[in-house]
């Protein structure tokens, strides 16, 4: 059977002890100079007690040539890619297709985990698509590692909606169980649902964070219109994050921020929030204010829809007509409003520093450590530390992707 | 005995590690035929491992077919404790370079029978048919590895209690707190550095001039234990001009002398890494 003998390959690649040398490993806040990684079975370990306890030289000797070493790119917002939507059901075949193409493609911009994200869909959209988007470890074969899925709406404002579909909206009047009806139950406790964003101002929502919050189920809040008093009612109720913080909610008025006001709040702890660095969505300005407020928050997501990695022309999102003009801005074609993005995740890392002005750790650490955070799996993602996968890029100087590894093992970014 | 003065701490870990680089290499070590070598750890040659590394890495010297022997580590400290010198041993060598994990020893300060391992690791230096440069550092007292002042010159590996003196020396590497500094140690003794083909000792600092006073200018005295020095064949020390603060100046002149006659009378190209002539 062909599944085994492949599997068995990789096994067998993994069993192989890598030895990185000469790299400068971005690591507890800090860049260290003079230290090594060894990896193996796909996990970085603790090279001296290998070397003291196991006494088998490395197999594999990697020069890493004084370029950085950062843990891979978590993506925790993303729509799409290479053409491929994953709110638009083609049938399983296709998804299975489709998914591959986007976790092999993205990791030639670094990006070694990332949470499919479907817009605000109808129930039998979700009960198609969310099977086939089940957690995937990242590995050779794989590509990218598919942490679960980010089903924004659809319980949110219909102001605020984005690009999305008015006619998909729901209200959760009976709590809980409008949103199993709407998702499904196993998809709500098991998987595949890892991220939910939700308006607080959506009739039913904040009555049913904290059973969301229970099943395990990472909440964010956005397209919504909510108050700063609704915003931190959210956020004491367990939701952790602000979906594409400054996009599709209440502009900051200083009588009532809204969801923006939490960046300032002192009563609770300000909350992780996701932010589109292509200069576009959010003026650099908005983006230092967001960072000097909570600079341990910053999550960067690309929120890229299916032009990513396209060449400029019309396609489809969630059913609506965009264009892609450009390199970097999609538009609905109907009314021109932004559509999403098309931003690589290693392009919002440079966007992010220069904008900000921050550290080089700090870029890093805003698609790596933070995400990994918000999900609660920093142990295993978004840190080099011992123990977590080996998923790690190399970067120049100038924060470019120079190598991707996924599992221990190198992936062509070509 | 040779007696190489530098002028400073640097210079010291230049002319060392190049010694150390010229006499792997001369050896051409394969792996029936290995380079044995015995390693200190402490202050004194980190210059000399941030140099190994950096000719490693320039390509001038590999470490596939050398085979180390550490000369002591502490009872009882975790094996990956930071002051541990397995710990110091992985940072300063051992990670940068190529050498074979089996290849490197270092005493196992948490074995269950602490005797037996001290037995277990002359044997092993014994069967691969001795070291062939013991590399050294001393303490201000003037002992190598662990043998305080007061040990048997013809020691052989085992535990040793260590110096008030060593203790509090030590504290600054364990939070201040002596009470945190091992009591113990297990060593290589003074009879298995003797025993060793060569034995090169690294001293640097006004804090040990007395140390090299006691150790060069006078009689063998268990009190100096790196004074058995004297007894072997091929020894060289290495010190900077502040460790030569207690020696007579007829002394300094006179190793001085040494290398100036090699380089001006005689040519450094007509003599070996050794002193001899060709």
Same mark, same amino acid.
């Given at each position: 059977?062909?599944?085994q ?6 096994? $067998? ?14 690591? $507890?806040?800090?860049i ?13 370990i ?16 990697? $020069?890493?040539?004084?370029?950085l ?7 925790v ?18 998804m ?15 990006c ?18 969310l099977?086939?988007?089940?957690p ?5 074969d794989n ?5 679960g899925?980010?089903?924004e ?6 102001s ?16 809980i169980?409008d ?13 595949p649902?890892?991220i ?28 919504s219109?909510?108050?700063v ?22 502009q ?7 969801? #923006?006001?939490?960046?300032?709040t002192?009563?609770?702890?300000r ?13 650099p300005?908005?983006?230092?204010i ?11 997501? %690309? ?12 396609y489809?999102l969630?059913g609506?007509s ?5 390199? &970097?801005?999609? &538009?609905?074609? &109907? ?29 890093? &650490?805003?698609?790596?450590? /933070? ?10 993602k ?9 998923d ?8 470019n ?14 | ?10 210079e010291?870990?230049?002319y ?8 792997i290499?001369?050896f051409?070590?394969?792996?029936e035929r ?9 202050s004194?040659?980190?210059g000399?491992?941030?140099?190994? #590394? ?8 590999s470490?596939? /077919? ?11 400290l ?7 010198y397995h ?8 990670k ?34 001795g ?10 007292d ?18 040793k %209690? ?19 500094v ?5 060593t290589?003794?003074v ?15 006004a ?11 006078e ?5 100096f ?8 064949s ?9 460790? %030569? ?15 100036? #006659?090699i ?10 890494l050794?002193?001899?002539i060709h």
């Open positions: 059977m062909p599944f003998s492949s599997e068995k390959t990789r096994q $067998n690649r993994n069993s192989r002890l890598i030895k990185i040398v000469n790299g400068r490993i971005v690591r $507890n806040h800090t260290i100079n003079d230290d090594v990684l060894y990896i193996h079975d796909g996990k970085i603790d090279p001296q007690n290998h070397f003291f306890a196991c006494g088998n030289p490395p197999d594999v000797l990697i $020069n890493a040539k004084g370029l070493i950062a843990p891979g790119y978590i993506d917002q993303i729509n799409g890619a290479f053409g491929v939507d994953f709110s638009v059901w083609k049938g399983d075949k296709q299975k297709e489709g998914l591959d193409k986007i976790a092999k493609g993205l990791v030639k911009y670094g070694t985990s990332f949470v499919p994200t479907i817009v605000s869909s109808h129930k039998e959209v979700y009960h198609q698509v099977p086939t988007l089940k995937r470890k990242g590995n050779k590509g990218a590692e598919v942490l899925v980010h089903v709406g659809p319980f949110i404002t219909s605020q909606l984005g690009a999305h579909e008015e006619s998909c909206l729901r209200a959760a009047p009976n709590g169980n949103f199993v009806d709407i998702y499904g139950l196993h998809e709500l406790k098991d998987n649902i890892k939910i964003t939700v308006a607080p101002d959506v009739e039913g929502v904040l009555d049913s964070l904290e059973e969301l919050v229970n099943f395990g189920i990472t909440v964010s809040i956005g397209h219109s909510a108050t008093f609704q915003a931190e009612s959210a956020i004491e109720k367990g939701a952790k994050c602000i979906t594409h913080l400054f996009n599709a909610m209440q900051f008025h200083h009588r009532d921020p809204g969801i #923006v006001g939490l960046l300032g002192t009563r609770i702890t909350p992780f929030y996701g932010i589109i660095c292509d200069g576009i969505h959010v003026h300005n908005s983006i230092k967001a960072y000097d407020s909570n600079p341990k928050g910053a999550i960067l997501v %690309t929120d890229a829809m299916a032009a990513l990695g396209l060449p400029p022309g019309e489809t969630g609506i965009v264009r892609k003009s450009g390199n &970097e801005k999609v &538009e609905v074609v &109907e009314n021109g409003k932004l559509a999403g993005s098309v931003i690589s995740i290693d392009a919002c890392v440079k966007n992010f520093k220069k904008f900000t002005g921050c550290s080089v750790i700090e870029a890093i &650490e805003a698609a790596t450590l /933070h995400p990994a955070e918000l999900l609660g799996i920093q142990n295993f978004g840190t080099l530390n011992v123990g977590a996968d080996a790690f890029v190399f970067l120049d100087d100038d924060l992707v120079v190598k991707c590894f996924i599992a221990g093992e190198e992936i062509s970014t070509s | 005995m040779r007696l190489i003065i530098r002028s400073d701490y640097n010291v870990s230049e060392i590690s190049t010694y150390v680089k010229n006499r290499n001369e051409k070590p394969t792996k290995p380079f044995v070598l015995g390693l200190p750890t402490g004194s040659p980190i000399l491992y941030k140099n190994l #590394v950096k000719y490693h890495k320039n390509g001038e010297l470490f596939k /077919h050398v085979v180390t022997f550490n000369m002591d580590e502490y009872v009882g975790p094996r990956d404790h930071p002051e541990s710990s110091f041993m992985w940072h300063h060598l051992f940068h370079i190529d050498i074979e994990p089996r290849n490197v020893n270092i005493l196992d300060g948490n074995a269950e029978n602490l005797s037996e391992e001290c037995a277990r690791f002359e044997k092993k230096i014994k069967d691969i048919g070291v062939e440069l013991f590399i050294g550092g001393i303490g201000p003037g002992h190598i590895a662990f043998n305080e002042p007061g040990s048997s010159l013809m020691s052989r590996t085992r535990v %209690t260590l110096a008030y003196d060593t203790i509090l020396a030590n504290s600054r590497f364990f939070d201040n707190d002596i009470n945190k091992p009591r113990m140690a297990l290589v003794g009879g298995t550095v003797m025993d060793s083909r060569e034995v090169a000792v690294i001293i640097t600092g804090h040990k001039a007395l140390a090299l006073a006691k150790c060069i200018e009689g063998v005295n268990h009190m234990t790196v004074s058995a020095i004297q007894l072997h091929k020894a060289l020390i290495v010190c900077d001009e502040d460790a %030569t603060l207690e020696l007579h100046v007829k002394t300094v002149k006179y190793f001085k002398s040494i290398e100036h #006659v380089n001006n009378l005689i040519g450094a190209e007509n003599v070996g050794q002193g001899n």
